[in-house]
């Protein structure tokens, strides 16, 4: 099966949106509008990015991407919806499947469908082998409480299609039950999910959990296991809806234990599913823990205590959230699991057993009891933010690895949210940005006067634009279309007038030298300097310098780079910033797509055609002339790999 992002790249949403829609209209900001499918549209209210395929209804607050539309539209789940867009992307949705299953599986082949790195899996007992035939196939290692292998419990999967299979004689398991300690110090709170690769993902985002292979095999749960448990959470895929009452009954035996009912927003199937669909897991696993419907034995006896462990949803009355303090106790220990870690260590080490080790572990425990403000710490971390960010952002750089500093923190942000002070961003979970109400005045009465810079640029773009100080100029150009080549052009033209830096991302000191040897010219007569560098460019950026940057990478998250282009802005004082970001060839802009415009002053795009390179100006503030060069295409080619000749422009 093609992969979301595929799919995507390959899909024309053009055709797609007005197959489904009829005829779109230009809208605001570069998108489309339509009317909108899910409730009474008399005025176009449904506006379409066909860059990335992001859509939002301003009559009915509806929102989503390609898939969420056509989950809702078709009223089908998400497997079927990323099918049926295959096909009309001109993709085999099957084509794939069909030669995995003729060659087998392989362990890169699985960590990259579950988006998991290799290294996490065989950490946690996943391997790679080989049958007779050397056809691969895929080993999950089922481990007891001591940490043996129970071989008749072991999966094996031989392609992506199929759901593992026990071996020979095996009998089904609890899959994690070796990772118990880890489990109870998580406050007794527990998720139960269906299968390994949910469970491999909630440990990859720090959540307790195990798996049981198959929602039919529910009779593997034994009270034994859950005895020291308080609360477990039961993620109830779509079809297995009263699972947790069934696991509830199971261990009605265990009076003190409460079990709630998670239900999925709607399109998602699994954890799994939403981890590669780039969801942000952990505040969509909160957000489900805090709509859970208890379903365990007498839930009266415990309302009180199930309104202050959900104080972080916001709802009701707020329990002195504001200035609560909470103690982390080694990955969110309550009091007694912590001493009673602590107490074991020492018992082993008295033992003898690596003692060493048993007294850093209690060293970590015993400082982690300290107490800590986490409102007070998420509102300085939140106000001294800029650009966008995740509530997983949050819990990292701040260190919030127990369930009680996620929960006080994710309601710290949803307090500041009633505020006014943050608000969400986009259409993925758990994004905001902070409102930055300051005001910085501009002096303009004392600025000093005087014309643009004097800048030169390749291709004669002087006579078409214009930059001043502090101004950001952003070049997206696609493969092989000569982003370096156009870089080191400006750089030679602007060397002799200003004091010009180069930012190398890619290119080793060899091969830089051998491409300003094909501008042939003596190397001594170069008089940029040049640095290598591949991130954070605010940080080294020269504030009244020319700083060009070739090239500023995102591989994901591409509206983050919206945040680092005002990074280097507000480094700058008197100088400008000439930044190269990457293309697709398919699309009108560069990586980030609008949130790559957001503070350029000048935006050009490069790309190759049949027999020409073309570049176009995007936009352009200023301008060189009366005449509005926005629109304006030059058409032009790459000689011996540095100089660029001008065919025509239009």
């Known amino acids: 099966m093609p992969t979301p992002a595929e799919i995507k790249q390959a899909l024309d949403f053009l055709a797609f949106f007005e197959n489904e829609l009829g005829k779109l209209r230009p809208g605001s900001n570069g998108n489309s509008l339509g009317f909108c499918p899910f409730h009474k549209d008399r005025v176009p209210s449904f506006s379409v990015n066909l860059e990335n395929g992001l859509w939002h209804c301003f009559g009915c607050g509806a929102a989503g991407d390609v898939f969420d539309f056509a989950q809702r539209k078709w009223n089908c789940d998400f497997p079927t919806a990323l099918r049926e867009l295959a096909r009309l992307a001109g993709l085999d949705p099957d084509e794939e499947t069909r030669q995995r299953e003729k060659e087998g599986l392989t362990l890169e082949q699985f960590a990259a469908a579950k988006n998991l790195p290799v290294d996490f899996l065989i950490q946690h007992g996943v391997k790679q082998a080989r049958g007779k035939d050397e056809r691969p196939y895929v080993v999950f290692a089922y481990r007891g409480l001591e940490g043996q292998i129970i071989k008749e419990a072991t999966r094996l999967r031989f392609s992506l299609s199929e759901r593992p299979m026990a071996k020979r004689g095996g009998k089904p398991h609890i899959y994690g039950l070796w990772r118990i300690s880890e489990m109870l110090a998580e406050d007794g709170e527990l998720n139960l999910v269906e299968g390994e690769s949910d469970c491999l993902t909630a440990w990859l985002y720090g959540l307790s959990a195990v798996g049981v292979p198959g929602k039919t095999l529910l009779k593997i749960l034994g009270p034994e296991f859950f005895k020291d448990f308080k609360n477990i959470y039961v993620w109830e895929e779509p079809g297995a809806e009263g699972w947790a009452k069934e696991i509830a009954a199971r261990l009605s035996s265990l009076s003190h234990l409460r079990i709630f009912a998670m239900t999925p927003p709607e399109g998602i199937k699994d954890l799994s599913e939403a981890h590669c669909r780039g969801l942000d897991v952990v ?101 001294t933010s800029s650009g ?79 930059l001043y100080p502090k101004n950001l100029a952003i070049v997206a150009g696609s493969k092989d279309a000569g982003k370096t080549a156009f870089c080191l ?162």
């Open 489 to 650: 052009n400006f750089a030679r033209l602007n060397q002799d007038l200003f004091d010009t830096h180069y930012f190398c991302s890619e290119i080793a000191a060899q091969e830089f030298k051998h491409r300003l040897q094909l501008f042939g010219f003596p190397l001594e007569t170069w008089k940029i300097k040049v640095w290598e560098r591949s991130s954070n460019f605010a940080d080294v950026i020269k504030p009244d310098s020319l700083n060009i940057i070739d090239y500023l990478e995102i591989s994901e998250n591409f509206y983050l780079i919206a945040q680092e282009m005002r990074r280097i802005y507000e480094n700058l004082r008197n100088g400008i910033a000439v930044v190269g970001i990457q293309k697709d060839p398919n699309t009108r802009l560069g990586r980030g797509a609008s949130f790559s415009l957001e503070k350029a002053r000048l935006y050009v795009t490069l790309d190759t055609q049949d027999h020409f390179n073309e570049l176009t100006i995007i936009s352009a503030k200023n301008w060189a002339s009366d005449r509005n060069p926005q629109g304006t295409k030059i058409r032009y080619k790459i000689v011996n790999g540095s100089k660029l000749i001008k065919i025509s422009d239009r």
């Open 283 to 383: 505040a969509l696993v909160r957000e489900m823990q805090r709509e859970a419907v208890e379903v365990s034995g007498s839930q009266n006896d415990h309302k009180e205590n199930h309104q202050q462990s959900q104080t972080f949803t916001g709802k009701g009355e707020e329990k002195t959230q504001g200035n609560q303090t909470h103690s982390d106790g080694g990955r969110g220990a309550s009091e007694n699991a912590r001493v009673f870690i602590i107490n074991y260590c020492k018992n082993l080490a008295k033992k003898g057993i690596d003692p060493s080790f048993c007294r850093k572990v209690i060293e970590y425990l015993e400082k982690s009891g300290e107490k800590r403000n986490i409102a007070a710490e998420v509102r300085e971390w939140v106000l």
């Open 388 to 466: 966008f960010f995740l509530t997983s952002d949050c819990f990292r750089e701040l260190e919030l690895t127990s369930r009680d500093f996620q929960k006080a923190a994710v309601l710290e942000l949803l307090k500041l949210k009633a505020k006014g002070i943050i608000e969400p961003c986009g259409n993925r979970r758990g994004c905001y940005r902070r409102i930055e109400k300051e005001l910085e005045p501009i002096d303009f009465k004392n600025a000093p006067d005087g014309p643009p810079l004097p800048l030169r640029w390749p291709l004669g773009l002087e006579n078409l634009v214009a």
